[in-house]
């Protein structure tokens, strides 16, 4: 790529830039804080609901749309409206007009070509540069939901320049999104953070309030530690057994790790606790071989949905939680169920109407029919699903969960079961909490297990921000115990990105409580196909051979490289071996490590640091450089640093040959970060790779500044 025409053209646009006065002084006082989600058009024409991409605004004067889209009101308020598009058209935005002003929505049409990849080059003065692969045929700039003039963007030679704002040196944190599509489909997109209108190029700027720079640690209150044994109260009844009783884990015992710098040490920047509300006092449900019942140890059968559990602290005991992980600078996201209530809830006792029926029109019980009846199936006798497509069950209901936020100072929610609640319950709770604070920074993940399709739908400005990426992981869990291609996994990588944005927040997960221990699998203890749970109940199970160490390093290396947020079940680290429900929840262990634990935690925290620490790893654009067999080697580059990733996913050793894009600057060596061998000949830009057995590799050409 010949760039002295680009920097040509940039040092135009950078006399433009500084002779630049503020271009966005007419927009609403509201709604420019958050950047707002594309809008994917999968049918033509399509409805939209205004609340999905801006949530505080009920209604608007009008939508008008830009490049031959045709806008229709389909309410006199145009809270809904219908959107058209050319068939020829891929990317453009509608802008949405009130009082006089105006916002804009991208809008994306049609599919990803993944040989269409750009990135950021580098930047001058205000100037970002952006490398493309191929030449785009139209591209998009964005700041906040701000649309930057087209006369503000110089494109030569596969490569163009965006000038920065002068509206964002007002603002704290904004970013720069650049959205461009070609002859073959849809790029990529480019996520620049800004701080006071200046390009962040050190992760050492941002903080817990940035998602992208997240490290989620899933735990379970009565199964981490026991901070305060004066709450415990095990059920001690023997129709239970000890597995499925409380053990003791509380919040005090949280706060203490925190202040022992347990997560600190690990490298944690958001902790997501299991349900904190009052569950019942007696045993439910029934297993059988073995026969037992079970406590509401994990939280998920909610008595009182605005009462803390005794079991698990007082109300003092939550505040001093969440304080001490915010001096920390760590967030807390709580776990909330909205799906269902116990049926001994005085909630449910004063409205026995509120739920959906246990019975269909067939006779047959509407239990555990998660896809023929997803919105109305109970999870179980006791525990009702509610008729939340009801106004007057969903508006208290949504109250609920909002007191958590306006009573406590936690940080977002992992919402349970979402693909089971209705769109408006999500609707009505977004709205909600962003009018009542729209100064907080919440962020919101949920559970869905389901098409990228069905998971998406719930991922828009005004429902939650992302979902955790089960197709990814269940992805992932096949294709590394099969010592399979590793291109399935980058395909999966590509469908996801497609789906929901380069720079999603999607969690990617190393396992969660619902789920056999992946080192298990990895490891050959469990058979992918006999039944974890009861697996767990009759043996004990291990990690197997060894090789699930590797494994699982294997996965905490992609989690950390990949895009998405890392999210580390408790236990992990350290590859805690199990089968499923309840095998999965033992009592977290702190120390006692034997070496090949201690090893793993070891390579865990430097993985951590190392994604904290980069920030190709954070907001780099990726590109995959090869694929083949059990190879798969990939690079992230921000603003000329980059990390190439390569992975062997074999028994045998492999190599790998793969070019360097024209455009990133060689003036910064790469280095190993785990020893492996490679070469690379800048005259050709040819990197060579040599993997041993299921291992990885990491390069690094950073900022000496940002390593």
Not at 17 to 42: E, I, K, M
Not at 613 to 621: E, I, Q, T, V
Request: aromatic content about 10%.
């Amino acid at each position: 790529m010949n760039m002295k025409p680009l920097l040509l053209a940039c040092c135009g646009l950078m006399l433009l830039a500084g002779c630049q006065s503020r271009l966005f002084r007419d927009v609403p006082a509201d709604g420019n804080g958050q950047p707002v989600y594309p809008l994917r058009l999968h049918e033509n024409p399509q409805r939209v609901l205004l609340t999905d991409y801006y949530p505080r605004w009920e209604e608007a004067d009008s939508v008008t749309g830009r490049d031959g889209i045709v806008v229709t009101a389909a309410a006199d308020d145009w809270s809904a409206f219908d959107v058209a598009a050319p068939d020829e058209l891929r990317l453009s935005t509608l802008d949405v007009w009130r009082g006089g002003r105006s916002l804009s929505i991208v809008v994306l049409k049609g599919e990803h070509d993944p040989s269409c990849r750009m990135y950021t080059a580098g930047a001058m003065l205000k100037v970002v540069t952006v490398a493309a692969e191929q030449r785009p045929e139209r591209i998009v700039a964005m700041w906040q939901n701000c649309r930057l003039p087209d006369d503000g963007i110089v494109s030569v030679e596969g490569a163009f320049g965006v000038i920065v704002p002068k509206d964002a040196r007002e603002t704290e944190r904004s970013c720069l999104r650049i959205y461009a599509a070609g002859e073959k489909g849809l790029y990529n997109d480019v996520l620049v953070p800004l701080s006071y209108g200046r390009i962040v190029r050190d992760p050492k700027q941002l903080n817990r309030h940035d998602p992208q720079t997240q490290v989620l640690y899933s735990l379970m209150i009565d199964r981490f530690q026991n901070g305060n044994p004066a709450n415990d109260a095990p059920l001690n009844r023997p129709d239970v057994r000890p597995e499925v009783d409380y053990m003791g884990g509380d919040l005090k015992g949280i706060t203490d790790k925190i202040e022992e710098g347990f997560f600190d040490d690990l490298g944690v920047t958001t902790i997501w606790i299991s349900p904190v509300t009052q569950n019942p006092r007696d045993a439910w449900g029934q297993n059988v071989d073995p026969d037992t019942r079970f406590s509401g140890y994990h939280g998920y059968w909610p008595i009182y949905t605005t009462r803390i559990d005794n079991r698990f602290g007082t109300d003092a005991e939550l505040r001093e939680l969440l304080a001490t992980a915010h001096d920390h600078g760590m967030n807390v996201i709580l776990d909330y169920v909205a799906n269902h209530l116990h049926i001994d809830s005085p909630v449910l006792q004063e409205h026995p109407d509120w739920t959906t029926s246990m019975y269909l029109p067939d006779g047959r019980r509407n239990l555990e029919l998660w896809d023929e009846q997803r919105l109305t199936t109970w999870f179980d006798v006791h525990i009702p699903t509610l008729d939340l497509e009801r106004e007057e069950v969903c508006d208290p209901m949504t109250d609920s969960a909002l007191y958590w936020v306006a009573n406590y100072d936690f940080d977002g929610f992992r919402h349970d079961a979402c693909k089971h609640i209705p769109e408006n319950y999500w609707r009505m709770l977004c709205r909600k909490m962003k009018s009542r604070f729209p100064d907080r920074q919440l962020w919101q993940i949920g559970e869905t297990y389901g098409s990228p399709e069905l998971i998406g739908s719930y991922v828009k400005s005004g429902m939650i921000d992302a979902q955790f990426d089960f197709n990814f992981y269940h992805t992932a869990i096949d294709v590394l115990r099969e010592d399979a291609p590793l291109k399935r996994i980058a395909d999966e990588v590509a469908t996801s990105e497609a789906a929901y944005g380069s720079h999603h927040t999607m969690g990617n997960i190393t396992g969660n409580h619902d789920k056999a221990r992946f080192i298990s699998l990895a490891g050959g203890a469990l058979s992918p196909w006999e039944d974890h749970k009861q697996a767990g109940w009759h043996r004990e199970v291990g990690v197997g051979d060894p090789v699930g160490y590797r494994k699982l390093a294997l996965l905490q290396a992609l989690i950390m490289t990949l895009p998405g947020v890392p999210c580390i079940y408790q236990g992990d680290e350290y590859g805690q071996p199990g089968a499923n429900d309840p095998d999965n929840r033992h009592m977290m262990r702190f120390d006692g490590y034997d070496e090949a634990e201690q090893a793993q935690r070891e390579l865990t925290r430097e993985l951590i640091a190392l994604r904290r620490g980069s920030m190709p790893l954070l907001y780099g654009d990726l590109i995959t450089l090869h694929t083949e067999g059990n190879c798969w080697v990939f690079v992230r580059e921000y603003m000329g640093e980059y990390v190439v990733a390569a992975f062997n996913n074999g028994a045998s050793a492999c190599g790998a040959s793969c070019t360097i894009p024209a455009g990133f600057p060689l003036s910064r060596p790469m280095e190993s970060r785990f020893g492996s061998e490679f070469g690379f000949d800048a005259e050709t830009r040819t990197l060579t790779l040599r993997l041993e057995p299921y291992s990885f590799e990491l390069l690094t050409a950073l900022n000496p500044k940002t390593k």
